[in-house]
């Protein structure tokens, strides 16, 4: 009896019909609890990440009278780096007429940067010597006009420097791809070119010209005997 006795108390941390330990079930709800807690919250990001109150680019809406969900920018606006106050740097033009001066000193290094872009961007139509019979002619494409004609050769350099930002005629505009200093030193490569085809021994510097002159001598009498 006294053995029934014992066995009919309650045995500590077990439940009185049987079930798991207390404590157990106590940890399982509090995990229960947490794993809740932590899929509300994460359902909650997912809905600010994925449902955002916001138009995609050029995407319409019926709030503005002309259907266009961007607003124009104000009249005068201008964007960052893009104040071009230098008329002639970024136009070729002073006072609206194409100019036959540069908008900063050319020195060497500058001719042969032009030489290097020029030989990149501008051989294709025109050459390496500005004739124009590039490769695209060889294929079939419109001959542009050789640098060396009289009236490119008189055209002022600003001529030049439009005509890369504007394109002209079959040609595209580079101003995209060629950026306005680079496009100077290209027309200032392009001034050496018409000068070598059409130089003139004054152009020559005065300390030089004995040389030249020798040189040509010996050139026009041919190989000694």
């Known amino acids: 009896m006294e053995f029934l006795k014992l066995r009919s108390e309650p045995i ?29 919250s994460l359902s909650g990001c ?22 266009r969900s961007e607003r124009p920018p104000v009249a005068g606006t201008v964007a960052r780096g893009q104040l071009r106050l230098d008329e002639l740097l970024y136009t070729g033009k002073i006072n609206g007429v ?44 419109p001959h542009p006009p050789s640098y060396h004609i009289q009236r490119l050769r008189e055209a002022p350099a600003g001529h030049f420097f439009a005509v890369m930002t ?32 059409n130089a003139a021994i004054g152009d020559v510097p005065e300390a030089e010209r004995a040389n030249l002159t020798q040189q040509s001598a010996a050139e026009s009498a041919g190989p000694s005997k």
């Open 98 to 141: 194409e100019a036959d001066e540069f908008p900063f000193p050319i020195t060497r290094a500058d001719l042969e940067r032009g030489r290097q872009r020029y030989n990149i961007y501008c051989t294709p139509c025109h050459d390496y010597t500005g004739s124009g019979d590039g490769m695209i002619v060889e294929r079939g494409m």
């Open 166 to 197: 504007n394109g002209f005629g079959a040609m595209y505009s580079y101003a995209s791809r060629v950026d306005p200093a680079d496009r100077w030193r290209i027309a200032a490569y392009i001034r050496v070119l018409q000068l070598s085809r």
């Open 46 to 67: 997912r809905l600010d990440m994925h449902i955002q109150p916001k138009y995609l680019p050029e995407e319409p809406t019926d709030f503005f009278g002309d259907g």
């Open 12 to 40: 500590p941390g077990v439940a009185r019909h049987g079930g798991a330990p207390q404590h157990r079930w106590r940890a399982r709800a509090w995990r229960l609890a947490a794993l809740g807690a932590i899929a509300i």
